[in-house]
């Protein structure tokens, strides 16, 4: 009977929204934010070409001087040639592709440059880091001049794997850059971390000399970047260790596949995006280490650089925090004893408030090659799950994608297949923590995680509930509730006025929630920002729903903005956009 009253007033809701002309609230937020103090106006959202899908627009950066954004273009194709684009800002309202540098081919420039990953901006220069051929080769370092589009430095980066995000310190003398080390076996269901080649996760730290020169036949000098480059490699860390202090680590939740042992560990160990120490003077750099579900810190001290230590992120526990983990059942948020998430955070912000340190997480959540669903484990603890027929149904937890190598009562049995553990599992284990967090950069504690609020918001919403957790490409409610849900994975952190803010964006639902976080412990919530039309149906196109998948979020202060006014800056993966939206006081 309540369902039934359900459907009906979803049914007049639908019916609601197709009768009457579109209000501008079901498709883009605009006007102020009362409890921030802020007013948010989307300004332009450029396309950059008439194409859609995942790694059209990945990380972005921009240089204050030169008004130019600088955004990877990572389309997955066998025939579009990969590039970095840089955008010109000098009209905000109107931006336009300055330049598109192209810089490989999909299947590899010479078999030597693969897929480029991140990029960092210094000074009209923009750094990029580039997968090798294979992607699972030592990695590049390049550096544009972005104004004209000229290679000024190239490096390769020895034992750097899948080089992912990267850092350029504001001095300009240093780049930081996450080598991811993903192994080739990656795409395939099941496979075991110990088949060759898996490299280690590392860190790569680039000293940078800037020389100039002038070539034979030109009047002005062109600059020229050399690099002296140092590996991190997270084995010599957990060499460092004792098996006590490894296995504590191991306790308090860093996640190392069971299959591998302490000699081995760092072949599972992805860094995925790091963060440098907001005061330049401070040499540290944080860095996310996602699927593993930890951070570390890195001590930047010239000739003494080292990883110090690794900070485990623990489980979410969902007995006690509500959560949607069921796509067949519609909205419905619940708590779930024996249900338990990694955090496994992707980007990750360095900022100082009134006068200390914290690190700010997005906890996405990313599966590895393995992962099941509840129903498909042999056995389930009947000591926590009192009615296993229950949750192993759909509408439950049995379609929910969780971890089959942790959760189980007596461990992990390596004598069995990675899908056929037949001890009982007392703790179902899913991917991401569909929320964000603060830490003290001091010490890895969390001083603040924000629990259900973003599925909670989002199912409150006017127009955001029509599309509770859809994905990215397509309006599909509920569809991702049972993988992680909405996946807020990117991050920005800005000072504006006297306060502090965070904008945290949404993979699967587009756009940006809006916190006041003067106040760490307590941070406030102010708007969901997006502008994405919810009340499409299904079959709507995707170039039609709007900005899609949040992959960058840049703050540009008032005095580097041409508009005078501050600005968020998004790349939009899925939508091949990146929008402008201008902040000011209201
Ligand atoms: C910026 O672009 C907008 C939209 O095209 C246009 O109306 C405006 O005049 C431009 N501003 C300047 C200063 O050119
Ligand atoms: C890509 O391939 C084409 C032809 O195969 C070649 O001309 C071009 O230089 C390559 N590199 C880039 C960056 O496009
Ligand atoms: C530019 O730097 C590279 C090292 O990255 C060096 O090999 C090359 O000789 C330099 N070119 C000039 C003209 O200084
Ligand atoms: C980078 O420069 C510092 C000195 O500023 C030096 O101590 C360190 O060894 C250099 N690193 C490399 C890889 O050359
Ligand atoms: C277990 O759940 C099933 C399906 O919801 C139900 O039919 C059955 O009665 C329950 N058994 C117990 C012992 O509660
Ligand atoms: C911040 O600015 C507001 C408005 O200008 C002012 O009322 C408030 O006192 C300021 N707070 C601090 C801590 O400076
Ligand atoms: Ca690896
Ligand atoms: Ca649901």
């Not at 197709?18 to 959202?45: H, M, T, W, Y």
């Not at 998948?549 to 540009?556: D, H, L, M």
């Amino acid at each position: 009977m309540k369902l039934a009253v359900g459907l009906f007033s979803l049914g007049l809701a639908v019916l609601l929204v197709s009768s009457v002309p579109i209000v501008n609230a079901q498709q883009e937020f605009s006007g102020c934010i009362p409890k921030l103090g802020l007013s948010l106006k989307r300004l332009s959202s450029l396309k950059a070409g008439a194409w859609e899908g995942a790694g059209a627009m990945e990380v972005m950066d921009y240089d204050p001087f030169s008004k130019l954004a600088a955004i990877v273009e990572a389309r997955r194709s066998a025939t579009t040639p990969l590039a970095l684009l840089i955008v010109n800002y000098a009209n905000v309202s109107a931006p336009f592709i300055h330049r598109r540098i192209m810089v490989s081919n999909s299947s590899g420039e010479g078999t030597f440059v693969g897929t480029p990953n991140s990029v960092s901006v210094w000074n009209g220069f923009a750094a990029l880091s580039l997968d090798g051929v294979p992607f699972t080769a030592s990695g590049i370092l390049r550096v544009y001049h972005m104004a004209s589009g000229a290679k000024v430095g190239e490096a390769v980066m020895q034992g750097c794997s899948m080089p992912d995000s990267i850092q350029w310190s504001k001095d300009g003398s240093r780049i930081v850059v996450a080598c991811e080390g993903e192994p080739t076996t990656q795409e395939i269901l099941g496979s075991d971390p110990e088949i060759e080649p898996n490299p280690s996760g590392a860190i790569a730290i680039a000293n940078v000399t800037i020389s100039s020169y002038t070539p034979a036949g030109a009047d002005r000098p062109v600059a020229n970047f050399s690099f002296a480059i140092k590996l991190l490699d997270f084995q010599v860390y957990i060499d460092s260790l004792t098996t006590l202090a490894y296995n504590n680590l191991l306790d308090r939740g860093l996640r190392i596949d069971p299959r591998l042992t302490k000699v081995t560990a760092a072949k599972d160990i992805e860094p995925e995006y790091i963060t440098l120490h907001s005061d330049p003077n401070v040499l540290l750099a944080y860095v996310t280490v996602q699927e593993n579900n930890a951070v570390a810190s890195i001590d930047l001290t010239p000739g003494q650089e080292r990883i110090l230590s690794i900070w485990p992120l623990g489980l979410k526990d969902w007995g006690n925090t509500p959560v949607d983990p069921s796509d067949v059942d519609g909205t419905r948020i619940r708590k779930f004893k024996g249900l338990y998430s990694w955090y496994q955070p992707d980007t990750i912000v360095h900022s100082i408030i009134g006068g200390k340190p914290y690190l700010f997480i997005a906890n996405e959540g990313d599966t590895k090659a393995e992962s099941r669903r509840v129903k498909e484990l042999a056995n389930l603890d009947s000591t926590v799950f009192p009615n296993v027929t229950t949750i192993r149904q759909d509408n439950e937890l049995g379609r929910l994608t969780v971890d089959p190598l942790f959760g189980i009562k007596k461990g992990y049995d390596r004598s069995q297949g990675w899908d056929s553990q037949t001890k009982p599992y007392n703790r179902l284990i899913a991917y991401g923590g569909r929320s964000w967090s603060i830490l003290d950069a001091t010490n890895g504690q969390v001083v603040f995680e924000s629990g259900s609020q973003i599925e909670t918001t989002l199912a409150a919403h006017p127009a955001a509930s029509l599309c509770f957790n859809t994905d990215r490409d397509r309006n599909d409610p509920d569809s991702r509730s049972d993988n992680a849900g909405p996946e807020p994975e990117a991050l920005e952190v800005f000072q504006f006025k006297n306060k502090t803010y965070a904008a945290i964006g949404l993979e699967r639902m587009g756009g940006m929630l809006l916190y006041d976080v003067t106040v760490p412990k307590t941070p406030v919530f102010g708007a969901y920002v997006y502008n994405r039309n919810f009340a499409a149906p299904r079959s709507a196109l995707t170039s039609s729903l709007g900005d899609l998948a949040p992959e960058g979020i840049r703050f540009v202060e008032a005095k580097d903005s041409r508009t005078g006014n501050a600005l968020l800056l998004v790349s939009n993966e899925i939508s091949a956009t990146v929008s402008a939206w201008e902040v000011r006081s209201c």
